[in-house]
């Protein structure tokens, strides 16, 4: 289990729970399959290769949002409802009006929409209970929003925020451009996103491209700023950082896979579990600290 792109929250600073106790609550709200009508269903599912709702290593929880959707393509709808309409217009012989055609497509997803096939997909969690994060495995913010969504109403309204440092990522991240340096114990990468501030809103990318010399200092000057900046971490993970504190193409280089290790594999799992969670833990206080540390309470 290794997170590829992540968002980062902040739990409550007194809050305290234990992996049997979250197990026993996620317990409550299961995953259950779409029945009749409806449309999705959400709900907690195994995270692991076993039954549990929950994975536990040294104060670090993994779980799992489980995702059911059905699959009823609008285009499918409409091939449906058209055949109806005409069948219903040959046999009335005028044409079926605006109101009618809308009854007509309503019944017909209501016939297909049971017999729809259903996708499931699965959205991680990584609760650190020992610096008060929530890290959530999510390419984009709807999705996260799903998780986020269904652990307050499981956990009954627990607080919870993204991540604010004292430094927008967008001012840092210019910063170690123009400076051509990164803090320390990062290194800057060959992927970046330069965007106007401007009416133009005018965007450069670069990917494994060189990000030193004058042509990078040029387009800051014009006012471009760094809206996402590809970065390593003491030659261990490398990852992109956008701006909104998101990290992006997270890569756990060979010098740590290679130290994980195992017989079996639910012993690499526990052991990539444990790797993983301990270098990103260290990995996000460095960087909290490097964008001027965290604001507490925003």
Known sequence: MWFKNILIYRLPSDFKITADSLQERLARKPLL?????????????PCCNDDRLVHSA?????????????????????????????????????????????????????????KA???????????????????????????????LESLIKTMEDMPLRPLHTA????????????????????????????????????TVRYANHALEGEEILAHIRSGKRATRLGLTWNDRISFVLTEQLQIRKLQFLDIIKEESGADSEEDLFELDFALMTGELARMLDDLTEALGGEIIGS
């Not at 058209?82 to 497509?105: C, D």
């Open 167 to 202: 430094n927008s990522p967008i001012s840092v991240m210019t910063d170690w451009l123009a400076g051509d340096h990164a803090p320390a114990g990062f290194t800057i990468d060959r992927e970046l996103e330069l965007r106007s501030t401007g009416e133009s809103n005018s």
């Open 117 to 147: 096939f259903a996708l499931l997909r699965t959205t991680h969690a990584w609760m650190d209970t020992l610096n008060n994060r929530l890290i959530i495995h999510a390419a984009s913010a709807a999705r996260a929003e799903e998780l």
């Open 33 to 45: 399959p779409c029945m009749g009508l409806d449309r999705q269903s959400r709900g907690w599912v």
């Open 58 to 114: 040294n104060g670090q929880l993994l779980f799992a949002l489980g995702t059911e959707q059905k699959l009823l393509p609008a285009s499918v709808i409409n091939r449906f409802a058209k055949e109806r309409i005409e069948h219903a217009e040959a046999q009335q012989g005028y044409k079926v009006g605006r109101r009618e055609r809308k009854a007509i497509k309503e019944a017909v997803t209501e016939e297909l929409l049971p």
